[in-house]
């Protein structure tokens, strides 16, 4: 299973992003896809998640509205757009899958938001 983020950078309060999380090694299609996040001393916390098949999406209260998850299953991705971005939202964005009962990570691409 190799997870690849990608798409983080600077971006102004108030701007948007789109994260992607490139999946290989495992049949994507059948499997639930998160992402998290992890700012500097805190601790990891749940962002989006995304059934199998893309019909269902769930966000913590603090998020929804802002963030959207998405997947295409044909290429294997899936997406975390970012909007209306606040300072606090700086971190590092990983995407995870539970596959066989092991959690697998990608590296992370990391989100700062400042002016």
């Known amino acids: 299973v190799q997870l690849v983020e990608s798409g983080g950078g600077l971006v102004q309060p108030g701007g948007s992003l789109r994260l992607s999380c490139a999946a290989s090694g495992f049949t994507f299609s059948s499997y639930v896809m998160r992402w998290y996040r992890q700012a500097p001393g805190k601790e990891r916390e749940l962002v989006a998640f995304?059934?199998?098949?893309?019909?269902?999406?769930n966000y913590p209260d603090s998020m929804k509205g802002r963030f959207t998850i998405s997947r295409d299953n044909a290429k294997n991705t899936v997406y975390l757009k970012l909007n209306s971005l606040k300072p606090e939202d700086t971190a590092v964005y990983y995407c995870?899958?539970?596959?066989?009962?092991?959690?697998?990570w990608g590296q992370g691409t990391q989100v700062t938001v400042s002016s």
């Open positions: 995304i059934s199998s098949g893309g019909g269902t999406t």
């Open positions: 995870n899958t539970r596959v066989n009962r092991s959690d697998y």
